[in-house]
Nanobody, 129 residues
Framework: QVQLVESGGGLVQPGGSLRLSCAAS????????IGWFRQAPGKEREGVSC????????YYADSVKGRFTISRDNAKNTVYLQMNSLKPEDTAVYYC??????????????????????WGQGTQVTVSS
């Protein structure tokens, strides 16, 4: 069974940090662009950060630039999202999703969540004092 599983979420105070993991099973991530998306209650799902298969190209939403860092370890079949200086507005369920690098760019993937499928269960991130 092909799937991506998100983990690493939790409750953190404003200014704190979390590292999310996106682990693949049933397939290798080597040829896939991976994106992190989030959805807060009452809001649309939005792209947070995307990384190309080689890791050489990344995209960040303006709201997280300078605070979040996406990375990948293809040997471990895992993509990470390091989140620093967290704010209450970062509170959301975070999802990762894969799309073949041959048919997408990091920007187009992150800006078009409605075109993506096979979403996982997500991991809850809550930033609150």
């Amino acid at each position: 069974q092909v799937q991506l599983v998100e983990s690493g979420g939790g409750l953190v105070q404003p200014g704190g940090s979390l590292r999310l993991s996106c682990a693949a099973s049933g397939f290798g991530l080597d040829y896939y662009t991976i994106g992190w998306f989030r959805q807060a209650p009452g809001k649309e799902r939005e792209g947070v950060s995307c990384i190309r298969s080689s890791g050489g190209s990344t995209y960040y939403a303006d709201s997280v630039k300078g605070r979040f860092t996406i990375s990948r370890d293809n040997a471990k079949n895992t993509v990470y999202l390091q989140m620093n200086s967290l704010k209450p507005e970062d509170t959301a369920v975070y999802y990762c999703v894969a799309r073949a690098s041959s048919i997408t760019t990091v920007q187009s993937m992150c800006l078009s969540p409605l075109r993506l499928k096979d979403w996982g269960q997500g991991t809850q991130v809550t930033v609150s004092s």
